[in-house]
Each structure stands twice: as C-alpha cells, then as structure tokens.
C-alpha cells in the first residue's frame, strides 16, 4: 500500500460505508489534514457522522456539508466548525 501524506489531501471522497469505515480505522483526521476542505460521504451512518465531525473540529479550511441526517447532535457539530 502506497504511503498517504495527509497535507496533500485536499478532499476526501467516500461512497460506502464500508470505505469510510476503512478510512476511518486507518487514519485518525487531525489536524494533519491542514489543507482538507471538502468531505462527500455517501451512505454514513448516524454514529460514524459523529465521530468524523467530532474529530473535524479543528480543521480550519474544511467546509461545512451539503447533505446531513437530521440529528441535533450533528448540527451542533456542523455550528463549531471554524468556517
């Protein structure tokens, strides 16, 4: 498997849950990721949405989302993003 440099990535693309669980247990998202700006996830369940914003927090060029399931939880998360 090929070495993942996460300051390269500028977004992250995810259409199963399957991958996102993959991605997930693979890489902790921190702020590492300082260039990520966009997330597309297809598919998320409710819990994994919740972690990943949890841990999005502290990304600063990262975007607020386009499609969420209806949780309050995840909007409050979505309103402590920085931007």
Avoid at 57 to 80: E, G, K, S, V
Wanted: hydrophobic share 45%.
């Amino acid at each position: 498997m090929k070495s993942i440099n996460p300051h390269q990535i500028f977004s992250l693309n995810l259409s199963s849950e399957f991958y996102i669980d993959k991605f997930l247990s693979s890489f902790n998202i921190d702020s590492s990721f300082d260039r990520l700006q966009s997330i597309y996830l297809e598919n998320i369940q409710p819990n994994t949405l919740l972690i990943l914003l949890k841990n999005c927090i502290h990304l600063l060029r990262l975007m607020p989302f386009d499609q969420l399931i209806d949780l309050c939880q995840i909007y409050f998360l979505i309103f402590t993003l920085p931007n």
